[in-house]
């Protein structure tokens, strides 16, 4: 089979669409036929060498995958051959062929097409996982999400509108803004050119944001404890501004508030907060809303698997609204 492989550390251009070997299904597990993959920012800084995969996993770039069940490993139920899935991955998913526990299926929403489905995995299990089942939201709560008009940011969009929350977002340009707006954003910040937490605390009339999603860590971490409501959630999942950052814990103490770091990648298949679990609340809960059309994935555009460089320039390039799609089948 073939795969985009990275033939060493670097820009786009390392990325290479050579045979590789193809992996077997394991106790547990399925191997699916991919029919697409999609482009994660974490893509790139495992390509940069930034971002090994955990123990076991494979090397190859891809966090996600929609396709057809082709074979079943021992011990699999559930599921048959011919099934058509979409995935959560610890890695593997820019191949023709990729295995995957069985834990890590979901069906593909009979609204969405193959392609489509694929780019919802990884930014449904980050979201479902960190603001629903982490941090809590309920109804009538204030959720801020930097990064609104990135993937995660358009999922968390709808998932909090859906669940009856006022959603406010940063983003970098008005334009950007304004597709947010049609998403269902209640409040949106350029942070270019505005301060989210003055806008926040005007637009809530001195409330704040009861959950934040952060994908900033170090640079935003004192400002947004200072957004934050009382008895408020902090959730870092990103580093892109840095990894160490000075905490006012007399701000938290006052406030009730927590700060929480996740990630999704290292987590265990199984147990109470492993990658299994996650799939099973979001099947139960999060499923129905795309079937009916409340949340939908936000495709900015779909290209060849062997055009994978061109999509990492692109998400780079900061002018990608939602989900790059990599069509392998």
Same mark, same amino acid.
Request: hydrophobic share 45%; with cysteine.
């Given at each position: ?46 390509? $940069? ?21 082709? +074979? ?19 890695? @593997?998913?820019? +191949? ?7 834990? $890590? ?5 009979? +609204? ?85 937490? +003055? ?16 994908? *900033? ?22 580093? $892109? @501004? ?23 990648? @290292? ?6 907060? @492993? ?6 609340? *979001? ?30 320039? *692109? ?15």
């Amino acid at each position: 089979m073939h795969a985009i492989t990275v033939r060493e550390p670097g820009g786009p251009e390392v990325l290479e669409w050579t045979e590789v070997n193809e992996p077997a299904p394991g106790a547990g597990e399925v191997l699916i036929d991919v029919a697409a993959t999609a482009v994660n920012r974490a893509d790139l800084m495992q390509r $940069q060498g930034f971002y090994p995969p955990p123990p076991g996993a494979s090397d190859i770039i891809g966090l996600e995958c929609a396709g057809t069940i082709a +074979a079943l490993g021992p011990g699999v139920e559930g599921w048959r051959v011919g099934d058509e899935v979409c995935a959560l991955l610890a890695g @593997g998913g820019y +191949a023709e062929r990729v295995a995957v526990p069985a834990a $890590q299926l979901l069906p593909v929403p009979a +609204a969405l097409d193959l392609v489509t489905a694929a780019t919802l995995p990884e930014v449904a299990c980050t979201v479902w996982s960190n603001v629903v089942m982490g941090a809590g939201l309920t109804e009538g709560d204030v959720l801020l999400v930097h990064g609104g008009a990135g993937g995660i940011g358009t999922h968390a969009i709808q998932v909090g509108k859906a669940l009856g929350a006022t959603v406010a977002v940063t983003a970098g340009s008005d334009e950007r803004l304004t597709k947010c707006r049609q998403l269902g954003a209640d409040i949106t910040v350029n942070y270019r050119t505005q301060d989210f937490v +003055a806008e926040l605390r005007r637009e809530t009339e001195g409330h704040g944001a009861d959950v934040i999603l952060d994908n *900033m860590g170090a640079s935003y971490l004192d400002r947004n404890v200072e957004a934050l409501a009382n008895d408020g959630r902090l959730v870092v999942i990103g580093l $892109q @501004g840095g990894r160490k950052g000075e905490l006012d814990l007399n701000k938290l103490l006052v406030k009730r508030a927590s700060v929480t770091g996740t990630g999704l990648r @290292g987590r265990p298949v199984h147990g109470p907060n @492993g990658k299994g679990a996650i799939i099973a609340d *979001m099947r139960e809960r999060l499923w129905p809303l795309l079937e009916s059309g409340v949340v939908r994935p936000v495709v900015h555009n779909v290209l060849d698997i062997r055009q994978a460089g061109e999509a990492h320039r *692109m998400l780079d390039e900061e002018d990608v609204f939602g989900k790059l799609a990599l069509k392998v089948r």
